[in-house]
């Protein structure tokens, strides 16, 4: 076997990957990256009927699939889905995105599995849920930004719902995924068996709602949209500089204090009209217009300097080229090295986890397509003429 562990945290464990498009992957990158041999399996090409996700030399492709190695494998085929089976007999985990009937039809659902390898942990991430009255939808992250609140509450007031900027509902899904499986396997050394996780883009969303949820479920009050306002921190938001814009984050009575007196108006701390936190939420347009007329003073780097050096939280609007030209991005390493077989040498989004012991590494680019089936099948005791016998019938 030719598995570079990206790092000894869980090289210990065999993952089968069935995922496509970005939940999945995202759920399953983060095993890869913490040293699991995640075997990605894939339609042979002529069964692939196009990459979902891009093209393998794309951006995207390429940081979701590193650390990862690749068989082709058609599991519709009856030779395909007995390899399969092996591989299950000897793996720790299986994580699917089908659609929740799919697996179904294609025998690979966790009753079928489970019988063949108890110890197995088995996750599944779908757009809406494995059963109930949305199961069968098509799952997309922006339905599901919508469905689970958070476009209602993300954009200017009175310009409409927003789509956050990132599939967030995609991503999350796919870290509570991977959370959920390593719970899982912590359990099973306890028990000694596996189990079924679920979990699903509307769920991850509505999770990741957190207070504005609360604020519903606790108070029964409808949270709106706040634009670059905090929603009940006053002053917090985005304001205009000499130069561009910048955040800044007035949270409590001391900071308030120290705010005003940083920008040099020691009557807005003493104006009765913003004396509390209360009473700033209620007059935070005529507050934010004041402090806009301080702020478009100075540059943004001058009133970084200032606040930080006072105390008061704020920092620079980057676009993406200068996130990862800041220093401290660069000091904490987020833009890792990998040679990529397509591209060359390309810098990939590493892992924002430091651990002292087994750190997280980029040790192999994303696989080729197929790149590792012979020496998968050889690892399962299967010789070259079953190898070809295999091609042949168009099941690897």
Known sequence: MTHQPASQALSRFTVLDLTRVRAGPTAVRQLADWGADVIKIEMPATDQGGQPGGPRDGPDFQNLHRNKRSITLNL??????????????????????????????????YESLKAINPRLVYASISGFGQDGP?????????????????????????????????????????????????????????????????????QAQVFMLDFQAARWLVDHEVPQQAGNNHPTSIPTGVFETADGHMNIAVAGQPIWLRFCTAIGDEALAEDPAYATPKDRSKNRDALNAAIAAHTREKTTAEWVEL????????????????????????????????????????????QPIRMSRTPSTL?????????????????????EAEVESLRAAGAI
């Open 76 to 109: 519709k085929s009856p030779q395909g889905l007995e390899v399969f089976k092996r591989l299950v007999a000897r793996a720790d985990v299986v994580v699917e995105n089908y659609r929740p009937d799919v697996k179904d039809r294609l025998g690979i659902d």
């Open 307 to 350: 606040f930080n050096a006072a105390g008061v939280p704020a920092g620079d609007i980057n676009t993406i080229d200068k996130v990862f030209a800041d220093p401290q991005v660069r000091h904490l390493g987020m833009a890792q090295r990998v040679d990529s077989s397509e591209r060359g040498p390309i810098d990939l989004v590493g």
């Open 363 to 383: 040790a192999a680019p994303p696989p080729t397509m197929g790149q590792h089936t012979g020496e998968i099948l050889a690892d399962l005791g299967y010789g």
């Open 134 to 202: 949305y199961s069968k939808r098509p799952g997309f992250d922006q339905i599901a930004q919508g469905i689970g609140g958070l476009m209602s509450i993300t954009g200017l007031p009175g310009q409409g719902p927003v789509r956050v900027g990132i599939p967030i509902a995609d991503l999350t899904a796919g870290l509570f995924c991977a959370q959920g499986i390593l719970a899982a396997l912590l359990e099973r050394e306890v028990s000694g068996e596996g189990q079924w996780l679920q979990t699903s883009l509307l």
